[in-house]
């Protein structure tokens, strides 16, 4: 039925145009999987164009009303209604899920059929792009989309510096344009506990706010600003930001750490250290030994009622549990840490992790959610309904998907976002170090390493950006665009990107980028790497 949809739709766009081949061109980031342009003809939108809308999204429609309003410089949102001509959305089930139909012709004006509204919100991402890059001279074509990946994930860290819903909501406003479908929200860390959890109170009151920050890269010289930072969100903040992002169709995935990266909480509730020791809201970046006590079973108590509160604020299937990075030296101390593991017949302080783990992973698991973690949650034996997210290199997630576990790529040489983009650094202010240019990001094969077989495993892509330099939404949109293009490719183009065409295309969505008042990274552009 597809393949007649498509046929059907060729030989009309086809006739539709006489005289020679054209040099009709459209630039779309990422690039969808058919494109096929008429020779000519073109419908013509402006801001009077009507949204005809047939299956009741009107969220959808609402959306794109709303959004070019400010390119067609109007007043009030575009029109939208039941009936007439214009641009028309609706679903077929023949479409696949995610992907969409569009049809521009004379018969049809802009027609975009989606698999589901997900899908036709998809088709008017592109239709934005392709009305800044004509001006709204539409060129009669025909395109059939759908992504490769069905997990394209963008991460935020709010806990090295916290950024307020409206910039969230911004955020997320640019990961939909690029068909991201995934928000990992890292929101605990050593430096800043970020979610209001009702049983403890304290974990905002005290954890949401650090000292100062360090503004060096803690070597020689060593320099803190000597203001505080902090902040946190509400339920209702959290409630909103989840809405606003579901009707843009990403699912926002939480992260609680544990049982490192947790500073913040024990200095709220020094009782989760091993020797209730006191200690700051972290000032400095890194790793530090102030971990959770996985001996005392009153940690595990914290953690279940930390992640009830969680299940009950986010829809997500998948929740994070970090587990990166945590240093054993206050373990290997801990008389509750050796008792528990003398107990379980445990050989190491690994094994206590793995531990801790799959205790975790059962509990969300019998309030009917799936556990993902970062790669390190191989290291003391893992499950295998475990989602992995590979973050060290890819070995791990290469490991992970042999063993039959679903993964998520995100190896830093690639994926982090938070690294520089060129290799003189010059005018890129302090970062945290590392190189990663767009052409880097683009050119990368997030299969390699595995066959056919294992490939199914990788459900999925995502950039990291995490926030220790980054103070404000300018530096954090810098960082990432335009890199999220050259991911969106991967994520959603994988196999059809094409070096050949790419720059003439970023030079298209640069204006894209301009319309709607996005701030990115000029090196790209410049031909710097
Ligand atoms: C990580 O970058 N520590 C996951
Ligand atoms: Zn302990």
């Known amino acids: 039925m597809r393949k007649l949809i498509y046929l059907f739709a060729i030989m009309a766009t086809t006739l539709m145009g006489i005289g020679e081949a054209s040099a009709r061109k459209l630039h779309i980031v990422p690039e969808p999987a058919y494109i096929d342009m008429a020779t000519e003809g073109e419908f013509v939108v402006t801001g009077k164009t009507k949204i005809v809308v047939w299956d009741d999204m009107w969220s959808v429609a609402d959306i794109f009303a709303e959004e070019m309003m400010e390119y067609f410089n109007l007043k009030k949102p575009m029109a939208t209604g039941k009936r007439g001509t214009g641009i028309k959305i609706r679903t077929d089930r023949f479409v696949p899920e995610e992907g969409y139909e569009m049809t521009i012709s004379e018969e049809e004006g802009v027609l975009i059929i ?97 000292k100062e920050t360090l ?61 209730e020791q006191e200690v700051d809201v972290w000032t400095c ?30 829809p997500s299937e998948l929740i994070h549990i970090g587990g990166d990075e945590c240093p054993k030296d206050r373990w290997k101390e801990c008389e509750h840490c050796q008792a528990k593991m003398k107990e379980l017949g445990l050989e190491n302080e690994e094994q206590l992790q793995g531990y801790l783990v799959a ?44 063993r039959g576990n679903d993964v998520v790529m995100t190896p830093l040489k690639f994926c982090y976002f938070d690294f520089y983009q060129t290799e003189s650094r010059e005018g890129e202010g302090l970062l945290i170090g ?79 980028y301009d319309s709607r008042g996005w701030n990115y990274a000029p090196y790209y552009f410049e031909g710097r790497k």
């Open 114 to 210: 989606g698999g589901t509204e997900r899908g036709v919100f998809y088709g008017l991402q592109t239709l934005k792009q392709m009305i800044v890059e004509t001006d709204g001279h539409l060129p009669y074509c025909f395109i059939a989309d759908e992504p490769n990946f069905k997990y394209r994930g963008v991460h935020m860290d709010v806990c090295r510096h916290f950024f307020p819903v409206e910039d969230v909501k911004r955020y997320i406003d640019i990961l939909a344009a690029h068909k991201v479908n995934r928000l990992h929200w890292h929101l605990t860390d050593d430096q800043g506990w970020r979610i209001q959890i009702d049983a403890y109170p304290e974990l905002t009151e005290k954890g949401s706010m650090r």
């Open 215 to 275: 503004t060096s890269h803690g070597l020689n010289p060593i320099s803190w600003d000597g203001t505080p930072h902090g902040g946190y969100y509400t339920k209702e903040d959290i409630r909103e930001v989840i809405d606003y992002a579901a009707k843009r169709y990403i699912t926002i995935i939480p992260e609680i750490e544990m049982p490192g990266h947790a500073q913040a909480a024990l200095h709220a509730l020094p009782w989760l250290g091993c020797e």
């Open 285 to 314: 970046w890194g790793v530090t030994p102030e971990v959770m006590c996985a001996g005392k079973e009153t940690t595990y108590t914290f953690l279940e009622n930390v992640l009830l509160e969680v299940i009950d604020l986010f």
């Open 359 to 402: 205790r975790i992973e059962k509990f969300l698991n019998a309030h009917g959610r799936q556990m993902i973690g970062w790669d390190e949650i191989l290291d003391g034996g893992v499950t295998p309904t475990a989602t992995i997210m590979s973050w060290r290199g890819t070995e791990g997630g290469i490991y992970a998907a042999k």
């Open 434 to 512: 590392g190189h990663t240019p767009f052409e880097k990001v683009y050119g990368w094969n997030p299969y390699e390493g595995l066959s056919n077989d294992e490939r199914k495993h990788i459900i999925g892509v995502q950039c990291n950006l995490w926030s220790e330099y980054l103070k404000n939404m300018e530096m954090l949109e810098r960082q990432l665009l335009p890199r999220l293009a050259a991911m969106s490719e991967v994520q959603w183009a994988t196999e059809r990107r094409d070096e050949s065409t790419i720059r003439e295309k970023m030079e298209v969505l640069r204006r894209y």
